[in-house]
């Protein structure tokens, strides 16, 4: 059995797509500094902007920006409580939740291996 390669000869990078991947498309909704650890803290249980802001020790700026990308992407949803002041908590999704398992596996390898 032979394998025909298409050859990329005369393939401009504009002209060239890359291949579909699911590491790519996953990367694209976690893959910014602070997602992972602002994902990990609502795992851990943690809702309050001000914990998981605390928690990670990221700038607020940086965890606003990646609860809402987080938010626009399905893993996580905003409730608004009527109080005052206004609070906010954030809980996960059920795609959000379903990170899990792909979350204990790379703090897994990091405990492993990136020590």
């Known amino acids: 059995m032979s394998l025909e390669i298409e050859s990329t000869a005369g393939c401009t990078p504009r002209a060239c797509t ?6 790519t498309d996953a ?15 609502l795992f851990l249980g943690v809702h309050r902007f001000s914990d998981i802001q605390a928690n990670t020790g990221a700038p607020r700026s940086s965890v606003s920006m990646r609860l809402r990308k987080l938010e ?12 005052r002041p206004p609070r906010d ?7 959000g939740q379903a990170m899990g398992p792909a979350l204990r ?6 405990e492993t291996y990136a020590r």
Not at 89 to 95: D, G, N, R, S
Not at 105 to 110: D, S, Y
């Open 18 to 23: 890359p291949r579909a991947c699911g590491v």
């Open 27 to 41: 990367w694209n909704v976690v893959g910014d500094r602070w997602t992972l650890l602002v994902l990990h803290e």
């Open 72 to 83: 626009r992407a399905g893993l996580v949803v905003r409730q608004r409580y009527c109080e």
């Open 89 to 95: 908590e954030y809980v996960l999704t059920p795609a």
């Open 105 to 110: 596996e790379l703090q897994a390898w990091g």
